[in-house]
């Protein structure tokens, strides 16, 4: 059961922390291609480059913290309530 819950909360601490580096890349990259286009520059990054951006960052985010082994201090802290958001 001590293994379970320690790799339960590795798993659920690299989902949130995959997720907030998705979510900072997705927004810089919207936000340099949205203040070129109302500067009325050409935009740096076209759709598909886009794609290609969250594709490789996708892969990227994904293969190092899925890689991460999970600590002993995971142990330590208080479980999460069910209605944390």
């Known amino acids: ?6 790799w339960g909360r590795s798993v659920f601490d690299n989902i949130r922390k ?6 900072t890349v997705n927004v810089v ?3 340099i291609t ?3 286009a109302v ?11 886009m ?8 892969t990227m985010g994904a293969l190092a913290l899925g890689t991460e ?3 002993d201090d995971l142990l330590n802290r208080r479980s999460y309530k069910r209605d944390a958001s």
């Open 29 to 31: 990259a919207l936000t």
């Open 18 to 23: 995959f997720l907030q580096f998705q979510l």
């Open 39 to 49: 500067a009325g520059y050409k935009p740096p990054l076209n759709a598909i480059m």
């Open 51 to 58: 794609l290609w951006v969250n594709l490789i960052m996708d």
């Open 69 to 71: 082994p999970p600590g």
């Open 34 to 36: 949205f203040l070129s």
């Open 1 to 6: 059961i001590v293994k379970a819950v320690l």
